[in-house]
DNA sequence: GGTCTCACG
DNA sequence: ACGTACGTGAGACCT
């Protein structure tokens, strides 16, 4: 049997896993604190790699340190290099644990780099007759590929890898794995910082690879090549190139104090392990860990078996069995629910487990009494979702209790994945699959033929709900969020759900009109742009813009983006002066957007049946409490802009004699603001009921109390205020209101001498993150902050100023949900025909025979300003119209 | 799938 | 010296 050697490029692999992951850090971090993507990606690696490779002997190389022979001999050898950030520095010792834990051997060597460990032992492997795997995330290890030496270098992520062995490289490259030393030589290498022969890049390496064999050959014949500037620049930089050739190679020499014989690969050491997962938090690696060794390696082995019966019409009276509590859960494969197909369900308690693929069952008595009855508490999984499914089905959903998503929403923001079994997976319940796991992903995303398959599953999600239920509970009652659950967010849910049934009514014929008349304009402007160009091209690619107006037109460059020119309106703006193309660039793009977005965006999701939009508001995604709204969203269309305010013209009541009407608190933010901070400057002039901009001018430009506040002084005092409640900076101020940076500085420093509560806010609120990792809104609403922490100046700015502003923004959010809840009980309570339609943060908006008009008038108000106690009033306003566009007080 | 831009509060 | 205001969703392009 040949033996098998593993080899692993330690440093490269762990930076690998720790950016493949970096984009989901907060989810990375241990209970102390301690970042961990990098150590889970290189665990993830590990699993991957022995699954597939059984290794004899096993080696995790590092580097020693950034001194290493090729420094000594070239200065800027990896120079250049950002610092390696201190979240992954501080991982480092716990992979090297890690590597030990599971059976590894890793070593590093003074003066030379990880890449010469594994070059010297893959050779000596080679001699020695055995198979090697060298696992690394860099291209240039390739070069030790030969016949029983293969390369994995990762290629996305750190388990998907691209095997390079000679035969691959001969097909990729048509060079052997030796030369690819040649060609680096001659190209050089920005990353490691050594610069090759002047103008040589890999296609010309390449190509003289391939003529020369190598550097040397090269230039033992260098009289071959015709004079050009690349013979030039080849007999410029020989001895570069020479010298290149040898901070290339990876040597295979290494004065090494290790041989095969130490590296036997031993396995994982269980206890160990076990022990370092749970210092880790890696929960789905312990769970693995312990079903492994009763079960086996089986992915869907870990799930603790269920039994479940399948429903029909001759057993469907078992259900009467249950009487007091179920878990009920309605699969609709697609995300919105409104017109998702249905897959199935399951009802049951207990270990009574009841499923079906027969939606007309649930309109037999003893399921369709059992979800209808107010009796019979109803745990679950999106309430909301629920509610709309079965009422499509023609049936009410009664007396739910508890919401697996919503609960575990409200003890964490950040858990805001849509799917049971993820969330289960998060609370360190395993006993259930994703979607994903189940289902499958993309394109070959579909429930399951097996029967078997499909009710095992959605029992698990039964009995997940029914498992979870009690401990959520319980830590929401250790956070004091049991109100905010169940006097808010539960019946929130319902309200919400009435809401999105009832849908607004759009016509589609207005919406129609506009788009012609918008496609002629769009044809003249886009004549008019390639005029001006002097030829046609893409106006919506930013690439090809970007082009047009700072290559061929050579306009100043303002701002460049990650991938080139920024042509935002900000920087358009700028140059409107220089070309008239710049403002028929601004008039095209604001068109575009009208009609991509608003007018086929929107005619796509009319129903045909009722000429009506549904939208769905997700209750459980944002970090702050508000809602926001999907498929489509409805709470960003046109306002600001004379010609995109007339997209509202299309939204109209749905029945003939009704009207539009609409409520919005006036400066709601800033009124919490008032009361959160407790200043008393700022809540004196809310409670007289000043103009709270002119007021604020007032005092931070020091003016006399009865001084006129000319328009450019409130609007600068407006931006201040909204500066204030996001977290102001004096660059930030200063772009907005175009001072200078120093009169920036001035007006945030006169607004907190004048406001000192809120100066003082700021500070214990910030404290208060620091000490708790996160911060809540007046109902207890939290927000977790764990980059509070963070060494990064911006990203521990960023926790600084969200920690701000999500009391301010959250508790806002509270208000109005308040009031919606309250809002609709009223409507209820006093039979009217009026329907509460759309929210849109700081305004509800309802459709209303005529003769409501007057109640809403006082009725809406009332309820609206009276949801919560403040320290300050709160103020709402109130217009209607025939439609959403002719609003009007 | 990521990036850019732009619509809203 | 850092890098620059909070919260969202959607369409278009490009790799």
């Known amino acids: ?167 691959h490289i001969e097909e990729k490259l048509g060079i052997t794995p030796r030369q690819i030393i040649d060609m680096k030589a001659l190209m050089g290498d920005s990353s490691d910082n050594y610069p090759g022969v002047t103008k040589i890049g890999e296609k010309t390496a390449l190509k003289l690879v391939k003529q020369f064999g190598s550097v040397e050959e090269l230039y033992d014949r260098i009289d071959e090549l015709k004079k050009s500037k690349m013979k030039e620049h080849l007999l410029a930089d020989e001895a570069i190139a020479r010298q290149c050739k040898t901070l290339a190679t990876i040597l295979q020499d290494a004065p090494i104090k290790i041989g095969l014989a130490d590296l036997t690969y031993t396995g994982p050491q269980k206890d160990e392990l076990v022990k370092f997962y749970q210092q880790m938090d890696f929960k789905s690696f312990l769970k693995k860990m312990g079903a492994d060794d009763v079960i086996g390696e089986e992915d869907n082995a870990q799930i603790a078996p269920i039994e479940y019966t399948v429903l029909t019409k001759d057993n469907i009276t078992e259900l009467n069995q249950l009487t007091d509590e179920v878990s009920f859960y309605l699969e609709m494969p697609e995300a919105n629910y409104h017109t998702s197909p249905f897959a199935g369900f399951v009802v049951g308690k207990d270990g009574h487990w009841f499923t079906s693929r027969n939606m007309d069952l649930l309109k037999e008595l003893p399921l369709k009494n059992l979800l209808t009855s107010s009796k019979i508490k109803k745990n679950v999984f999106n309430a909301k979702a629920q509610i709309v499914g079965l009422h499509r089905l023609g049936i009410d959903l009664e007396n739910i209790n508890f919401d697996l998503l919503l609960a575990s929403y409200l003890l964490n923001t950040n858990d805001n994945s849509n799917d049971l079994g993820q969330v289960a997976h998060e609370h360190d319940y395993y006993d259930v699959q994703t979607d994903e796991e189940v289902y499958g992903k993309g394109v070959k995303r579909a429930v399951p033929d097996d029967d078997d398959v499909f009710f095992s599953h959605l029992a698990n999600k039964a009995r997940a709900i029914e498992n979870l239920r009690k401990d959520l509970f319980k830590k929401l009652d250790e956070n004091e969020q049991t109100p905010l659950y169940t006097n808010i967010e539960l019946p929130l849910t319902r309200v919400l759900a009435k809401m999105e049934i009832a849908g607004i009514r759009v016509d589609a014929q207005t919406l129609k009109d506009m788009g012609s008349k918008l496609t002629e304009r769009l044809a003249e402007i886009e004549n008019q742009i390639y005029q001006e160009a002097g030829e046609e091209f893409n106006i919506n690619s930013t690439k090809q813009l970007g082009h047009i107006l700072f290559e061929k037109l050579k306009l100043p460059v303002i701002k460049k983006t990650k991938t080139g020119y920024s042509t935002a309106v900000d920087v358009l703006e700028k140059l409107a002066d220089k070309s008239p193309i710049v403002e028929q660039i601004l008039e095209y793009r604001q068109i575009a957007k009208l009609q991509s977005t608003y007018i086929t965006g929107l005619l796509k999701v009319i129903h045909s049946s009722d000429q009506k939009i549904h939208t769905r508001y997700l209750q459980t995604l944002t970090q702050t409490g508000r809602l926001s709204s999907v498929d489509p969203n409805l709470q960003n269309i046109p306002v600001r802009l004379p010609e995109g305010r007339l997209i509202r013209k299309a939204f109209v009541p749905s029945h003939e004699g009704w009207q539009i009407f609409s409520s919005d608190y006036s400066q709601v933010e800033l009124r919490v603001l008032a009361h959160i901070t407790g200043d008393k400057n700022l809540q004196e ?164 025979p005529k003769e409501e008009i007057p109640v809403l008038s006082t009725l809406v108000p009332k309820v609206m300003d009276s949801a919560v106690k403040l320290d300050v009033p709160l103020k709402v306003e109130s217009k209607y119209g025939d439609t959403w566009y002719d609003l009007k007080k």
């Open 685 to 848: 002039d809310f409670k007289n009921g000043e103009d709270i901009h002119a007021s604020t001018a007032r005092r931070i430009f020091h003016l006399d109390p009865d001084a006129e506040i000319d328009r450019n002084m409130r609007r600068r005092a407006k931006a201040v205020n909204f500066g204030i409640v996001y977290g102001i900076s004096d660059y930030g101020l200063a772009q907005r209101i175009h001072v200078s940076r120093a009169e920036a500085h001035e007006f945030i420093q006169n607004y907190f001498h004048e406001f000192p509560g809120v100066k003082k806010y700021i500070n214990d609120t910030i404290e208060f993150a620091r000490k708790n990792g996160y911060v809540e809104t007046i109902t207890h609403r939290r927000r977790y902050l764990p980059d509070i922490h963070a060494k990064s100046f911006s990203k521990r700015s960023f926790a600084e100023r969200t920690a701000m502003n999500t009391p301010i923004q959250g508790s806002a959010a509270d208000i109005i949900k308040i009031a919606m809840i309250h809002m609709q009980d009223e409507l209820e309570k006093r039979h009217l025909k009026t329907k509460m339609l759309l929210q849109i943060h700081d305004e509800l908006v309802f459709e209303a």
């Open 1 to 167: 049997m040949t033996k098998q050697l593993l080899l692993i490029d330690g440093n490269s692999i762990v930076f690998r896993a720790f950016f493949a992951m970096h984009n989901q850090m907060d989810k990375f971090t241990n209970k102390d604190g301690l970042h961990t993507a990098a150590i889970y990606g290189f665990k993830l690696m590990l699993d991957h790699v022995l699954q597939n490779f059984k290794p004899d002997a096993a080696l995790v190389a590092f580097d020693a340190g950034k001194v290493t022979f090729r420094t000594k001999m070239y200065d800027d050898y990896k120079g250049g290099r950002n610092k390696t950030p201190d979240e992954l520095t501080e991982q480092i010792p716990y992979v090297r644990e890690l590597i030990k834990d599971s059976g590894l051997h890793s070593y590093a060597l003074a003066n030379y780099e990880a890449d010469d460990i594994i070059g010297t032992l893959a050779k000596k492997a080679d001699d020695a007759g055995y198979k090697t795997l060298i696992v690394t995330g860099d291209r240039d290890l390739t070069q030790l590929a030969s016949e029983h030496t293969t390369v994995a270098v990762t290629h996305k992520g750190v388990t998907d890898t691209e095997h390079y062995t000679p035969v």
